[in-house]
């Protein structure tokens, strides 16, 4: 029995090479698409720490502003305070100093660390937001209070330890070490 043109045409599928084609497209798509996908998803978790140590860093020129008295007491005053959702000691407490900042409940970043120090008669600052163990993620996120063009920092901020989940140091910047501690020394 002969087959008609037509009732060939319906019984063919795609071939192996056709196949093989596109699995092999869409496994490139995913190559390129899923690591930019998790470099987006990496870039907003860290956007409540910079919007959080922004606010830190207009509470501490405020503090500094409306305070008297002299450079170095100030600087005693605010080097190593840290702001976390946990009451810390009198001694250590930012909110001890500026009671109007606090952390929202669930937040992402639970910790922030202020450093100070002087140059040139003016305090300068670097903040260490340090995500919370129950958010999943590791590394931390920098604010320096001057910008800085160093490679690997975003004016002001630097995510790269986050960013790579701890695994990448990153590099000093305004007035920020790699450890995330404050520094009279500026790295534009």
């Known amino acids: 029995m002969k087959l008609s043109s037509k009732q060939v045409r319906t019984n063919q599928g795609f071939t192996l090479v056709e196949l093989m084609v596109v699995i092999a497209i869409i496994g490139i798509l995913a190559a390129v698409g899923i690591p930019k996908l998790i470099l987006y998803v990496k870039t907003a978790e860290t956007e409540e720490a910079v919007e959080m140590m922004g606010r830190i860093n207009k509470a501490l020129v405020g503090y500094i502003g409306s305070r008297s008295g002299g450079i170095t007491t100030l600087i005693a005053n605010l080097d190593t305070r840290i702001l976390s959702t946990t009451a810390g000691t009198a001694s250590t407490d930012l909110r001890k100093l500026i009671p ?3 952390i929202p409940a669930g937040a992402r970043f639970d910790s922030y660390t202020v450093g100070a120090k002087t140059v040139n008669s003016d305090i300068v600052s670097c903040i260490k937001a340090t995500p ?3 958010s999943g993620g ?3 996120v920098l604010f320096s209070s001057k910008i800085t063009s160093v490679p690997g920092w975003e004016n002001f901020i ?3 330890n986050y960013m790579t989940a701890g695994v990448t ?4 910047g305004g007035y920020c070490t790699s450890a995330g ?4 020394t500026y790295v534009p």
């Open 100 to 102: 109007t900042l606090s």
């Open 132 to 134: 919370s163990t129950t």
């Open 138 to 140: 590791t590394g931390y």
């Open 158 to 160: 630097n995510r790269e």
């Open 169 to 172: 140091t990153p590099t000093a």
């Open 181 to 184: 501690l404050a520094t009279a």
